[in-house]
């Protein structure tokens, strides 16, 4: 396609080699003769943008081998000695080569803004929601006793949760805790639709039975106002941001919606973009992204985007698979339509044969009209007035495109086996007889291509348990995952002292963490008492060189005299060397070693000081888990989330009873929210309920679609049939049978 400006859609189905594209993409962008002067502003020129820190290395290392395999002849796509020459350029020029998440560069781009607007960038970012809003409540029920009104409106909240909701438990306030953290996710942080003095639209007072709904979420809506209040008192008292929320920050700081002067004040010049899984993208990152590929065509330059519909799986996170096909046809009207090009990907470069035909059935019965109809009937009682063209037509148009050819020689193998139980413990104790056997047999031949896939990392580490009790090898994500541990916080933020003594908040938090509990020269009480009186004030660390002579000099001087001294790498070491880390905490060790691995990355990756490692740690390294050993045998079980992107040789999805819920509280488009009960609520906000519900549906269509195309040699899924289910209500293994009746009749599934 001739160059720019001018827009490229590439949609492709899993396996069908999409980061290949991309990477191959960016190779012929960065290859184009330059002259040897501007060849820093065209690395920095080109942009790419992933979903997650693995498809960023992933793409990153690939373009680092196909420049290495056409600098060794090995490939004849570019000139080896242009090639040689920008690998040489790349190693010096690292933090100009541009393979970034949606997170990172939106965070990057508000950390410029903050510097440049004279606010303090030194942000910690935490996306433990959870954890935020916890301790909002709790500081609400401090409150409580001495607080009337507080204590009337927490009485309030809890008859909304038991009498309104009808909820059920001993533990209620664990309970309620968990719906008020998913209700702050619906309506988010921001708090712009929630205050305990609110009035509803003129629409809503007008109705009376949707002024009921509005009026039934009125202690919610107090209750939330007040967190969210909290929440914010919290995040600035302790410098945190919300791992997400600095899209919204960002359009703050643009004028009028434009953030064209805003790019600027950073010096930010991209021409280049590419935009990997799109339809994971949400609205608001799109605000903030069209306006930097606005700015990039209007320099001539190109937008070059690969998605499928099919794996829009993050609806939860706001994800619209819709804005690809508006980005190609509405958006940027300076790009005429002849410049506007999309082509389809459809060959399968994964899976045997049977897989491939499989998926490609199992979509086929998903776009035909006839199973819309069915499975609106199956879902909906005929007394429901449901709207369902709507539903049909985007079933349609999601899974439609899906007809892969298959480039391997291997057959595959597809393995549907039907569990009929009664009630859910029994389903259980089939599948896990079934399941431990069929694992150990392939063990035998797979023992490091296996995984098993779940909806929920509850299920994992379930199943996790009952292959431990047979002695069979497992890695799940819990054991895998690099947390955020204490430790840790403690040695990055001594890092961050180490590269800006000035920055006394780090030395404080370096100090507050374990990491200098008890060591000579340092009382732990008397610490203690310092750090609580000096907390957000300033002189520290001359206190500190006053009260504490022995251990500053010991510890704190010694370190600060070897920075810029040693590499990165041999700096943390004698930090743990010196605060006898591996010594005083043993339980720690995985942890140290995984971030003196991660500090050996960030060298080869070309980041030489402290400042620069501090950033990447900030947009990757905070987020990497300790590693698993090469080769090494043993079981995967991971979450079909985050197996996205993945492939093995033998997938099982032994649990498909996913629950089809219809939620009673929700949001409509003027951000209004209503509590919806079937029995007393006007038909639009109905309606509304059952297009969100449906919107569940086809997440679990698109999970299930994810999940079985991660198989490349053999899948392996079992359904729940035969269920008596309360109220008739359904779960996605009732749907999963009537796809499966229609791809093959030999799957013979009895009525459930």
Known sequence: MQEGPSILYLLGSAGAGKTHNLAKRYLDLLCQEVPESLRKDHLRSILAITFTNKAAQEMKERIIRYLKENALGIKEEVDSKLARSWIEF????????????????????????????????????????????????????????????????????????????????????????KRLVELFEIDGPSGKNLSPEESPSSEVLEDPLKRKAWERLRPYRAILALLIDEAKELINREGIILGGQWTKILKEFSQEGDLSYALFRVGFSVKHVMLDEFQDTNEEQWKVLKEIVEDALARGGTLFFVGDPKQAIYGWRGGNWRLMEKAFKEDFPSVPQGRRKKESLNVNYRSGKKIVQFNNTFCKVLSDPNFGEALVGLLFSKKNPFKKDDFIKTLGEIFTDQNQECSKEKEGHIDVEPITAEKKEEFLLKVKERLVKKVREKFEEYPKGISILVRKNAEGE????????????????????????????????????????????????????????????????????????????????????????????????????????????????????????????????????????????????????????????????????????????????????????????????????????????????????FYVKADSAPADLLELQNQDFLSKVIESLNLFYVGATRAMEEFHVYVYTNVKQKGGQKNFSHILQEILKRIDPKYGFQKA
């Not at 008890?518 to 002189?539: C, I, N, S, T, V």
Request: with cysteine; hydrophobic share 40%; net charge negative.
């Open 90 to 177: 790349i190693l010096f020029h690292y933090s100009d080569f541009q393979i970034k998440t949606i997170d990172s560069l939106l965070f990057s781009l508000l950390r410029g803004l903050l510097l440049e607007l004279g606010g303090k960038p030194e942000l910690e970012v935490t996306f433990n929601q959870k954890e935020i809003i916890n301790r909002s409540f709790d500081r609400l029920l401090s409150k409580m006793n001495s607080d009337e009104a507080l204590r009337r409106l927490f009485q309030e909240v809890v008859h909304c949760f038991l009498r309104i909701e009808e909820r059920k438990g001993f533990k209620i306030e664990k309970h309620l805790r």
């Open 462 to 673: 379930e199943i996790s348990q009952w292959l431990s009790e047979e002695e069979i090898p497992v890695i799940t994500e819990n054991s895998l995952r690099l947390k955020r541990a204490p430790l840790l916080k403690g040695l990055v933020c001594l890092l961050r002292f180490l590269d800006w003594p000035g920055d006394e908040l780090a030395l404080w938090s370096a100090l507050k963490s374990e990491l200098f509990h008890d060591l000579p020269g340092f009382p732990a009480q008397r610490l203690e008492e310092l750090l609580e009186m000096q907390k957000g004030k300033e002189g520290l660390r001359r206190l500190l060189q006053i009260q504490f002579p022995e251990g500053f000099k010991k510890y704190l001087e010694i370190l600060s005299e070897k920075v810029g001294f040693l590499s990165l790498y041999e700096l943390c070491q004698e930090i743990m060397r010196t605060l006898r880390l591996f010594e005083r905490f043993p339980q720690g060790k995985d942890i140290l070693r995984r971030f003196l691995e991660l500090v050996h990355k960030a060298e080869r990756l070309g980041i030489r000081n402290l400042s620069e490692f501090l950033e990447f740690w900030d947009k990757e390294g905070g987020e990497e888990r300790i590693g698993t050993p090469e080769g090494v045998e043993a079981v995967r079980i991971l979450t079909i989330h985050k197996a996205k992107g993945l492939e093995f040789p033998v997938v099982f999805i032994p649990l498909t009873d996913w629950p089809l819920k219809k939620e009673n509280i929700l949001k409509d488009e003027k951000g209004e929210l």
